[in-house]
């Protein structure tokens, strides 16, 4: 699931990049005072599944955010985080009395309650973990965009049963030097011989059998060019910039390929399969023909960008607007043969008001942002540049739901969602929503 640092694809508007550690402590409501739940023992009766990777159970009324169980389970449930008083306490399952039919053993050893916080669903199987996901992706829409939605979670081609998929992670390094993993909602880092997430060359790369001395973390990035992954160690050696350089990256739609630069610390798919399987259901759902006008917003290094202005060619034109500087200069590099595509550094919303001051229309647009979504404001301003067709990529299903929503205030209606399982064995999922004017 963050990191405090701009990345390929979005830049100042950043989408933290999923990673195999656990994420970082959050502010949490809680009452002044509560005497401290933490270490009670609870034994509950497993509810549904929530968005964020835990199960929502009760005890004696206190709500519960149970990881590492399944809905319908009876479990005991040990509080990690929490006072009386609080609206909610966290909890891990320590020990399953009455298991679901879709729990199995899970395949990592340091999958489980108190270790590794980067998985959340090991413990079920791969079709399990789908349908949770299609589930939380369904409640979203119905809770926050009020839309009953249809959808099954389609697995992403590439991985070996939901392992050895992650083709960049970033390994925590403790004060012995040693990489790992952090542990769930932590700055504690769990030593480990092995991810079974990441692909071959990411552990093959000697990250984890290395000591590293006065370094917090080490980026690994198994990317298409260069043969070898990519080490970039943070804080960055003297008279290094920390951006590990460029590498390259491969995409393709049907017979089509293309080949794309991007920095090694910036952010592209991290699943092998990720940027082709969403660069073609993105065009195919998009629609784009020759002489459209299309924007693409969030546009990272192009992974779209490219392709929609060969598509859209002689006459059409498109324009990728990008907060990351260094992300347009690859994306001026990815499509520097195409004399119809235009780049623009700057944030999301100023670009766009930009434009509409201007009175710029657009045919299509494609958004892809981070995981915060695009905000309301940003679908206002799509919505007044009047595009028959907008085609919405997005890694957070509450963020994609509260933006659906804003765009029906602007006159577009949901037309087709999908999901896809581009992070196994995780709570993550990807969506493509398709908006369309209404009639």
């Given amino acids: 699931?963050?990191?405090?640092?701009?990345?390929?694809?979005?830049?100042?508007?950043?989408?933290?990049?999923?990673?195999?550690?656990?994420?970082?402590?959050?502010?949490?409501?809680?009452?002044?005072?509560?005497?401290?739940?933490?270490?009670?023992?609870?034994?509950?009766?497993?509810?549904?599944?929530?968005?964020?990777?835990h199960c929502v159970a009760r005890h004696e009324g206190q709500v519960v955010f149970v990881r590492h169980t399944l809905p319908g389970e009876r479990v005991v449930a040990r509080v990690t985080e929490g006072r009386v008083g609080d609206s909610f306490v966290r909890a891990d399952a320590v020990e399953?009395?009455?298991?679901a039919p879709g729990r199995v053993?899970?395949?990592?050893?340091?999958?489980?309650?108190?270790?590794?916080?980067?998985?959340?669903?090991?413990?079920?199987?791969?079709?399990?973990?789908?349908?949770?996901?299609?589930?939380v992706v369904r409640e979203q829409f119905a809770r926050v965009a009020g839309l009953d939605v249809d959808v099954e979670v389609q697995p992403v081609p590439g991985d070996a049963e939901g392992l050895r998929w992650r083709t960049r992670v970033e390994f925590a390094v403790d004060e012995a030097g040693?990489?790992?993993l952090r542990r769930h909602r932590s700055r504690e880092v769990v030593p480990v011989d092995d991810c079974l997430i990441a692909t071959p060359g990411v552990i093959d790369s000697g990250v984890l059998d290395t000591e590293w001395p006065d370094v917090e973390s080490v980026d690994v990035v198994d990317a298409a060019h260069?043969?070898?992954?990519?080490?970039?160690?943070?804080?960055?050696?003297?008279?290094?910039?920390?951006?590990?350089?460029?590498?390259?990256?491969?995409?393709?739609?049907?017979?089509?390929?293309?080949?794309?630069?991007?920095?090694?610390?910036?952010?592209?798919?991290?699943?092998?399969?990720?940027?082709?399987?969403?660069?073609?259901?993105?065009?195919?759902?998009?629609?784009?023909?020759?002489?459209?006008?299309?924007?693409?917003?969030?546009?990272?290094?192009?992974?779209?960008?490219?392709?929609?202005?060969?598509?859209?060619?002689?006459?059409?034109?498109?324009?990728?607007?990008?907060g990351d500087r260094r992300?347009?200069?690859?994306?001026?590099?990815?499509?520097?043969?195409?004399?119809?595509?235009?780049?623009?550094?700057?944030?999301?919303?100023?670009?766009?008001?930009?434009?509409?001051?201007?009175?710029?229309?657009?045919d299509l647009v494609v958004l892809d942002p981070p995981r915060t979504g695009a905000g309301k404001g940003v679908m206002a301003l799509v919505g007044e540049l009047g595009p028959r067709r907008v085609v919405y990529v997005a890694c957070d299903p509450a963020a994609l739901a509260r933006d659906v929503r804003a765009a029906g205030e602007q006159g577009y209606a949901l037309a087709s969602l999908e999901a896809w399982d581009a992070f196994p064995m995780t709570h993550h999922v990807e969506c493509i929503a398709v908006l369309e004017r209404s009639s």
Avoid: I
Avoid at 234 to 255: H, T
Avoid at 332 to 357: G, K, M
């Fill in 105 to 135: 053993p899970a395949p990592c050893p340091y999958a489980g309650p108190g270790l590794c916080g980067g998985c959340d669903f090991q413990h079920a199987s791969v079709g399990t973990q789908r349908a949770l996901k299609g589930a």
């Fill in 96 to 99: 399953v009395l009455e298991a």
């Fill in 178 to 180: 040693r990489a790992g």
């Fill in 226 to 322: 260069p043969d070898e992954p990519v080490l970039v160690p943070l804080p960055p050696a003297e008279g290094s910039d920390g951006s590990g350089g460029l590498v390259g990256e491969l995409a393709r739609d049907g017979d089509w390929e293309g080949e794309y630069v991007v920095g090694a610390r910036g952010f592209w798919q991290v699943h092998p399969g990720a940027a082709t399987t969403f660069l073609t259901r993105v065009v195919a759902l998009l629609g784009a023909e020759p002489g459209d006008r299309v924007v693409d917003l969030f546009a990272g290094a192009g992974l779209f960008t490219m392709r929609l202005g060969e598509l859209v060619a002689p006459d059409g034109f498109v324009l990728g607007v990008e």
């Fill in 327 to 362: 992300a347009v200069e690859n994306g001026e590099r990815n499509t520097e043969h195409l004399e119809n595509v235009e780049w623009r550094a700057n944030r999301v919303d100023r670009e766009l008001r930009s434009l509409v001051s201007q009175g710029v229309t657009a």
């Fill in 1 to 53: 699931m963050s990191e405090g640092r701009p990345n390929e694809r979005t830049g100042g508007e950043r989408r933290p990049r999923e990673r195999a550690a656990g994420s970082e402590r959050r502010p949490r409501e809680r009452a002044a005072g509560g005497e401290s739940l933490v270490g009670r023992e609870w034994t509950v009766e497993v509810g549904p599944v929530a968005h964020g990777g």
